[in-house]
T-cell receptor
Framework: EPEVTQTPSHQVTQMGQEVILRCVPI?????FYWYRQILGQKVEFLVS????????KSEIFDDQFSVERPDGSNFTLKIRSTKLEDSAMYFC???????????FGSGTRLTVV | KNQVEQSPQSLIILEGKNCTLQ??????????LRWYKQDTGRGPVSLTI???SENTKSNGRYTATLDADTKQSSLHITASQLSDSASYIC???????????WGLGTSLAVNP
């Protein structure tokens, strides 16, 4: 069964450093998403991406965050200057249409120290 | 405000027993409701998706129900197995929004 692949599975970074989280969505999917889950809290929407541009973003997705699909297969989330409160599990998801069939990756656990 | 509330927060049952998890939502306009299973440290995996017109859907030992009038959904797990131990999350999609609205989940522990 097709999978969404995320790398790395765990990243530790110092506060103020830039991190790039990588995702390889399912190949025939057109919609891409980033979500995050702080330990013990709800999964939160960050951003959706379609047709090479952001289609929606949440209030969490401020100027410190950016997304890119640099080569037609990878989908990346960049955090420019990490803060302690950015520590969370970050999930990438993709879907073929806008309403059904989201497939999530296994996540990247980001720890900011 | 679009919101999803789940109960109970946590549940412990013995292997082989059945259980039912509850979800109440206040989402407008309503598009669909999903139940996800999330193992610790893993990504959510879809169990069922129901639209407004569907009031029940099964996936193996998992049966979800939806009452669009009362804005309630339930997930029934039959003959539980140890591998059912996980967090079960109720999620809705409001209209044309591209973002999912998540509940906090019910943490289920199945003990031998």
């Amino acid at each position: 069964e097709p999978e969404v692949t995320q790398t790395p599975s765990h990243q530790v970074t110092q506060m103020g450093q830039e991190v790039i989280l990588r995702c390889v969505p399912i190949s025939n999917h057109l919609y891409f998403y980033w979500y995050r889950q702080i330990l013990g809290q709800k999964v939160e929407f960050l951003v959706s991406f379609y047709n090479n541009e952001i289609s929606e973003k949440s209030e969490i997705f401020d100027d410190q965050f950016s997304v890119e699909r640099p080569d037609g297969s990878n989908f990346t989330l960049k955090i420019r200057s990490t803060k302690l409160e950015d520590s969370a599990m970050y999930f990438c998801a993709s879907s073929r249409d806008n309403n059904y069939g989201y497939t999530f990756g296994s996540g990247t656990r980001l720890t900011v120290v | 405000k679009n919101q999803v509330e789940q109960s109970p927060q946590s549940l412990i049952i013995l292997e082989g027993k059945n259980c039912t998890l509850q979800c109440n939502y206040t989402v407008s306009p309503f598009s669909n409701l999903r139940w996800y299973k999330q193992d610790t440290g893993r990504g959510p995996v879809s169990l069922t998706i129901m639209t407004f017109s569907e009031n029940t859907k099964s996936n193996g030992r998992y049966t979800a129900t939806l009452d669009a009038d009362t804005k309630q959904s339930s997930l029934h797990i039959t003959a539980s197995q140890l591998s059912d131990s996980a967090s079960y999350i109720c999620v809705t999609n409001a209209g044309n929004n591209r973002k999912l609205i998540w509940g906090l989940g019910t943490s289920l522990a199945v003990n031998p």
